[in-house]
């Protein structure tokens, strides 16, 4: 009776912990990527071009941070606060994985920006922060 009290502990035991470790792994808890940015907003390279740099790294289980060299990051763009984001731009990070792009700004009116990186290799999708670009 005592062994079969211990298996059946034993096997509950296991049957938890498995599906604790399947709610985890599900794409919603999955870590996010670091995306750093500065907002080009006095980073005017011509009349209406401006200069994107932003850096990508995947924090470890240690606490280091390694880049995200050699991959794809997303420029999005939307008009207004309502309509959906659009890709602009792919850049590849470069070994150190830091991005660099020129970006336009509309002759009228505003437009939203963000910076963003897709789910791969353990990491969920990482959006950068929300900042926008116009003239006065």
Same mark, same amino acid.
């Given at each position: 009776?005592? %062994?079969?009290?211990?298996?059946?502990?034993?096997?509950? +035991?296991?049957?938890?912990?498995?599906?604790?470790?399947?709610?985890?792994?599900?794409?919603?808890?999955?870590?996010?990527?670091?995306?750093?940015?500065?907002?080009?907003?006095?980073?005017?390279?011509? !009349?209406?071009?401006?200069?994107?740099?932003? +850096?990508?790294?995947?924090?470890?289980?240690?606490?280091?941070?390694?880049?995200?060299?050699?991959? +794809?990051?997303?420029?999005?763009?939307? %008009?207004?606060?309502?309509?959906?984001?659009?890709?602009?731009?792919?850049?590849?990070?470069?070994?150190?994985?830091?991005?660099?792009?020129?970006? !336009?700004?509309?002759? $009228?009116?505003?437009?939203?920006? $963000?910076?963003?990186?897709?789910?791969?290799?353990? !990491?969920?999708? +990482?959006?950068?922060?929300?900042?926008?670009? !116009?003239?006065?």
């Amino acid at each position: 009776m005592r %062994k079969f009290r211990a298996v059946l502990a034993a096997l509950v +035991t296991a049957l938890l912990v498995a599906g604790a470790l399947s709610v985890s792994a599900s794409a919603g808890s999955l870590p996010k990527r670091i995306i750093d940015e500065v907002p080009p907003k006095d980073h005017q390279v011509s !009349y209406n071009a401006f200069k994107l740099k932003g +850096t990508v790294t995947e924090p470890q289980l240690d606490g280091t941070a390694l880049p995200y060299a050699n991959q +794809t990051v997303k420029i999005l763009k939307k %008009k207004c606060g309502t309509c959906k984001w659009k890709a602009v731009k792919k850049v590849k990070t470069n070994d150190s994985g830091v991005f660099k792009t020129r970006i !336009y700004a509309p002759d $009228r009116g505003r437009w939203k920006w $963000r910076s963003k990186v897709d789910h791969s290799n353990g !990491y969920g999708n +990482t959006k950068g922060k929300v900042w926008t670009l !116009y003239f006065e």
